[in-house]
């Protein structure tokens, strides 16, 4: 069974620090990959996603996540934190030929100091 | 531009009554989702819909129910509402794809069962 791990429940860095967010997956096979983020009372809106190929991906707002088969981990990074992207970050995976649900790890919140 | 809309952003509602979220997209997707979010838990799956009038348990069906007549619309129903299905409820949708399609997810619904 697909399995999503965020070690992390909150990191606090400082803003124009570098962030690193971890996540580890458990799949049989290659799985789809995505990393969500949600604003304070807002839904979830989407940062990036790998499927297959460069296994360094580049999403929106200046983030990217690099998959890493050998440690079944797809970490995000920020180079330089802005106040903005206090929010909680979420990590999924979805199994290929399946019907479209995603399994969601349970989050990870940022807080970024002054 | 992919727009998920919930009924109500808040809403308090008493033990034992009868609890209709309703949730509309957009973007004629094939697949809707519900998830219910909790401190500490992350989303969980409660319900998803691949078709009008097809239905699929998620991972915490229990207490809750479905309804989707028409492609845009998601109904979860709660039949009977009780104090421990207070909590944030999420509804998404997505493209055909299996596993690899993004779910765009509308702004929750905050549901207090006093």
């Known amino acids: 069974a697909q399995s999503v791990t965020q070690p992390d429940i909150h990191i606090t860095v400082s803003e124009g620090a570098s962030l690193e967010l971890r996540c580890n997956y458990s799949y049989g096979a290659t799985p789809y990959l995505f990393w969500y983020v949600q604003s304070p009372g807002q839904g979830l809106q989407l940062l990036l996603k790998y499927f297959s190929g460069d296994t360094l991906v580049q999403g929106i707002k200046g983030f990217e996540a690099e998959f890493k088969r050998s440690q079944s981990s797809f970490n995000l990074r920020k180079p330089s934190v802005h106040w903005s992207d206090a929010a909680e970050y979420f990590c999924a995976v979805g199994a290929r030929g399946s019907q479209g649900n995603l399994i969601f790890g349970k989050g990870t919140k940022l807080s970024v100091k002054p | 531009d992919v727009k998920v809309t919930q009924s109500s952003r808040y809403l308090v509602k008493r033990t034992g009554e009868k609890v209709f979220l309703e949730c509309v997209q957009d973007m004629d997707h094939e697949n809707m989702f519900w998830y219910r979010q909790d401190p500490g838990l992350g989303l969980r799956l409660i319900y998803f819909s691949y078709d009008v009038k097809m239905k699929e348990k998620g991972d915490i069906p229990e207490g809750y129910s479905v309804s989707r007549e028409k492609k845009e619309r998601f109904s979860l129903i709660l039949e009977s509402a009780s104090t421990n299905q207070t909590s944030m409820y999420l509804c998404?949708?997505?493209?055909?794809?299996?596993?690899?399609?993004?779910?765009?997810f509308g702004p929750g619904t905050r549901l207090t069962v006093t």
């Open positions: 998404a949708s997505s493209p055909p794809g299996g596993g690899g399609s993004e779910q765009y």
